[in-house]
């Protein structure tokens, strides 16, 4: 009812928006801002000059921008008005304002055009009272909208971004053209469909609980999801999701606004691996390994546990690089990182330090006995020899091992004590193992 006051009257003077006591829009057919009154501009913020030409969109947040184009001009194109429309309106200082939104659609001299009456909620009866009494002075106050539905289905159909629109169950009712991209569902495929079909298995239940749970309490969500293609494939998606509520904040619909960020994650996954992992042979660097060394001594505080640290440092290797040269030399460190790595468990760790020194990090070793075993094994497994093509090589490794005691030791001094232990196993003949005092 609150736009049958703006009946159209040939006879009728043409009113000024500013004497109509609420907000007023006028759009041409593509959005484009026509004229507005001053009581929207206090709304709003700015001037009259600066909205002119520019587009209606600007003055909502991006949850109502998607409602208006995938729900309100369509509405208006079939049924050339919408009633009382809950939406956020964007004020002058940049908060939401819950609003009614209005619009009759007009047609002067052969253009359309859309009318655009908003009542701030909590002033809604006063304006709905000052409109009726406003009746003659604006009956030729009505706007327009888009000629076709083509505006709004190209907005839609082109951004680059997926859109997914589901009811309040998950039910998907819309995707957009770049959605069906981005998964390989076509539209007549996933509508109908639960958006659970979208569920990898890279997140568990209390992952989407959280999310939930956010949602229902904020209205919105954003953030990074594993998503799983039609083919079985997934992807990593930067997912922002929006509650749309009705006037009495009941969910009505929920729309998602998804992109590809997979390409951007392997790049930081490698930056990643390169900080912390030694570019020739993979294994952990010097700061992978005083983080695990750390995370060791600080749990070695809550429950007792060992902690052994050896501190190796290979026996002939400047002869091998000496006399078959420095590829050989690099591929006697890679099978020295193999040979290690396939000898320990899946809790301990293989560090390289740099040039020929290895570091294992042993965690809860049995007893001294055990670690003893463990330095043994390792000579024996580096004194195997190497073959490559045509070289073979032959190289040793002396030991330094150091045993967690003092709780208040650090990881910095354990590493030290190692490393003094493997000097005097090198002083002690080399290929040998030593504890350190």
């Not at 497994?381 to 030791?409: L, R, W, Y």
Request: proline share 3%; hydrophobic share 40%; charged share 25%.
């Amino acid at each position: 009812m609150i736009l049958s006051v703006l009946s159209k009257s040939a006879d009728a003077p043409t009113p000024s928006f500013d004497q109509i006591p609420c907000a007023i829009l006028v759009t041409d057919s593509a959005g484009v801002v026509q004229s507005l009154n001053q009581n929207l501009l206090l709304l709003i913020g700015g001037d009259k000059d600066s909205w002119l030409t520019k587009s209606m969109e600007l003055m909502f947040p991006m949850a109502s921008r998607i409602f208006l184009h995938t729900h309100i001009w369509p509405m208006i194109l079939r049924d050339g008005h919408v009633r009382e429309i809950r939406l956020q309106l964007l004020d002058s200082g940049g908060n939401s304002l819950p609003v009614f939104v209005n619009c009759q659609k007009t047609n002067q001299e052969g253009i359309d055009q859309f009318t655009w009456v908003l009542f701030v909620t909590i002033e809604r009866s006063r304006f709905e009272q000052e409109l009726l009494e406003s009746r003659q002075r604006t009956e030729n106050v009505s706007a327009a909208l888009a000629k076709s539905e083509s505006f709004i289905r190209g907005v839609f159909e082109a951004t680059s971004e997926g859109i997914i629109v589901t009811d309040s169950d998950a039910i998907i009712i819309s995707v957009n053209p770049a959605f069906s991209k981005l998964t390989g569902y076509s539209q007549e495929e996933i509508i109908g469909q639960n958006a659970r079909i979208l569920k990898s298995d890279r997140h568990d239940a209390d992952f989407f609980l959280a999310a939930f749970q956010i949602l229902q309490e904020n209205k919105i969500w954003d953030g990074e999801v594993w998503i799983q293609r039609k083919d079985g494939s997934i992807f990593l998606g930067q997912l922002s999701i929006s509650a749309i509520c009705d006037q009495n904040d009941v969910v009505l619909q929920y729309v998602g606004l998804c992109s590809d960020i997979t390409e951007r994650w392997d790049r930081e996954q490698l930056i990643h691996q390169m900080a912390l992992h030694d570019g020739l042979t993979g294994l952990p660097n010097r700061t992978l390994l005083m983080e695990r060394l750390s995370q060791m001594i600080a749990k070695s505080h809550r429950d007792s546990r060992q902690i052994a640290l050896m501190f190796l440092d290979l026996d002939g290797f400047k002869k091998v690089n000496d006399t078959l040269g420095h590829a050989i030399g690099d591929e006697v460190l890679k099978t020295v990182a193999t040979r290690l790595s396939g000898l320990l468990r899946s809790t301990d760790t293989v560090a390289r330090l740099g040039g020929d020194e290895f570091v294992i990090l042993l965690d809860n070793p049995e007893n001294g006995e055990a670690i003893a075993q463990i330095g043994a094994r390792v000579i024996s497994v580096v004194n195997e020899p190497m073959h490559f093509d045509n070289a073979e090589a032959h190289i040793g490794t002396s030991i330094g091992i150091a045993v967690f005691k003092d709780s208040a030791c650090t990881p910095e001094a354990l590493l030290k004590k190692a490393d003094e232990a493997m000097y005097s196993a090198k002083a002690a003949g080399k290929n040998v193992y030593r504890f350190a005092e």
